[in-house]
């Protein structure tokens, strides 16, 4: 099983992605780093199963490999980073879900030999 987790630099992200590592997942972690930190899943990198790329959900993310959960927890998470970043808070949620969910769609399936979807 593979999943993607968004925001995976984030505070839950690399939880999350730790977590689904020790459940044998692989994980690939998308984050672009504005409010996610490196460090968070640095313990993490090398680990067998684990993939991180730098990337901001709000342009489109296309992935060849089959993806089995789509986890969408990229968002600015505190006030200071919406005040910061308010625009970037708007996409992230707007956009960023979007593009997440057409991840989803387009995936789903694709695991069980089907082409994916328009």
Not at 17 to 29: A, I, K, P, S, T
Not at 31 to 59: C, M, P, W, Y
Not at 105 to 112: D, E, L, Q, S, T
Request: net charge neutral; aromatic share 6%.
């Amino acid at each position: 099983m593979r999943a993607v987790v968004t925001g995976g630099a984030g505070f839950l992200g690399s939880h999350l992605c730790e977590r689904l590592l020790e459940d044998g997942w692989q994980v690939l972690c998308v984050d672009n780093l504005v409010t996610g930190v490196a460090q968070n899943v640095a313990h993490l990198q090398g680990r067998k199963g684990f993939e991180s790329i730098q990337h901001n959900v709000s342009e489109p993310l296309y992935l060849n490999d089959a993806v089995d959960g789509v986890l969408h927890f990229a968002s600015p998470a505190s006030p200071v980073d919406y005040a910061d970043h308010p625009i970037a808070t708007l996409k992230v949620g707007t956009l960023g879900t979007h593009n997440m969910l057409g991840l989803a769609r387009a995936k789903r399936g694709f695991h069980h030999g089907l082409p994916p979807r328009p």
